[in-house]
């Protein structure tokens, strides 16, 4: 079964820096686009920062700049490196991959969208 586990969230304060990791493992294929989503209290999850399995990214306008987004694909793990960090920033940031790989519900290999459990990142100000 496929499992994402981020790490790396914390207690930071603001013009501070985090460093989130995404570790992918199961029966996994093939790893197709990871992405990293937040959800601040109240506020609807959002993504802030994809990446496609060739490398190309893209972030939200709130954040370009100043987190970058990149990926290891012989460990299956992505990681968003976050610097000047804002108060706003404040969030539960989790993990997202379309996979490719085996699925026991079904009994059969299939293509699947799958989340970590999530990470929370608090900036003080």
């Known amino acids: 079964q496929v499992q994402l586990v981020e790490s790396g969230g914390g207690l930071v304060q603001a013009g501070g820096s985090l460093r989130l990791s995404c570790a992918v493992s199961g029966s996994i294929f093939s790893i197709n686009a990871m992405g990293w989503y937040r959800q601040a209290p109240g506020k609807q999850r959002e993504l802030v920062a994809a990446i496609t399995s060739g490398g190309s990214t893209n972030y939200a306008d709130s954040v370009k700049g100043r987190f970058t987004m990149s990926r290891d694909n012989a460990k299956n793990t992505v990681y968003l490196q976050m610097n000047s960090l804002k108060p706003e920033d404040t969030a539960v940031y989790y993990c997202?991959?379309?996979?490719?790989?085996?699925?026991?519900?079904?009994?059969?290999?299939?293509?699947?969208?799958?989340w970590g459990q999530g990470t929370q990142v608090t900036v003080s100000s």
């Open positions: 997202n991959a379309d996979v490719y790989g085996w699925d026991p519900n079904r009994g059969r290999s299939a293509r699947g969208d799958y």
